[in-house]
């Protein structure tokens, strides 16, 4: 916001945007839902705000879009999410795409897909990966919401799946990183080559995981170190 506010004022000198900053809750032992809804009713109460930007629930955009309230959602991926005052920056078909892409090339006939059922975003990332990875290979898909994964992952191993795919959303990242300590425990012929979402790109994902997600690969839609990316890093 203040780098396009930062643009446009030797065009527009004399009008600034005023930002004011709420806070929704991300804690995943609270009731996000609910927090963002009542967040979202008190927003559209106050005439004077022409635009939303942040990530949303499906009941907050409801609220949003009842009122024709624009709404910019820089990470949302949900294909629950739909309407037309609400813009996306991060098109999840595109890095499912890229991701089914790489895969292909590897020239594997297994692969795991760790995700979380509960998770709108996690299953539509899952979903589009899916739609553009051949048929004809073997996918299996775990629940990122149990209490242990040794078992998803030596089986895994054991029955030779080849590439373990690991689509956590925010309340199941720490999952993530579980399981890629448990493949790193196995020969490094034995495991699982771990391709990821850009929801493992922080990092903390580096300090929590460490030699564990050395070499992880993930699809991001921004990179700090791309000349595009030099005036906003």
């Known amino acids: ?44 109460k106050n005439k004077s705000i022409l635009g939303v930007i942040g990530n949303l629930s499906k009941d907050a955009l409801g609220v949003y879009k009842q009122e024709n309230l624009a709404v910019i959602s820089p990470t ?11 813009f996306t920056t991060i098109d999840y078909k595109i890095l499912s795409k890229k991701l089914a892409e790489y895969v292909q090339q590897l020239d594997v006939e297994k692969v795991v897909i760790f995700y979380n059922q509960k998770s709108s975003s996690s299953k539509s990332i899952k979903d589009y990966f899916k739609f553009y990875f051949p048929s004809s290979k073997l996918i299996r898909e775990v629940d990122l919401k149990q209490q242990s994964f040794d078992s998803e992952v030596e089986s895994a191993i054991e029955e030779k799946f080849e590439v373990g795919i690991l689509f956590p959303d925010s309340e199941t990242v720490d999952s993530a990183i579980e399981i890629a300590k448990i493949n790193y425990l196995n020969q490094e012929e034995q495991q699982l080559k771990l391709l990821g979402s850009n929801d493992l790109y922080y990092c903390d994902i580096l300090n929590k995981g460490k030699q564990a997600v050395k070499g992880l690969i993930l699809a991001v839609p921004w990179f700090k170190g791309t000349p595009e990316a030099k005036n906003f890093s």
Do not use: H, M, W
């Open 1 to 44: 916001v203040t780098g396009v506010q930062t643009c446009a004022l030797p065009i527009y000198p004399r009008f600034l945007l005023e930002i004011v900053i709420v806070d929704d809750s991300n804690d995943p032992d609270s009731n996000d839902s609910e927090i963002s809804l009542k967040v979202a009713r008190e927003i559209v």
């Open 76 to 86: 949302s991926i949900s294909n629950e999410l739909n309407s037309e005052t609400l």
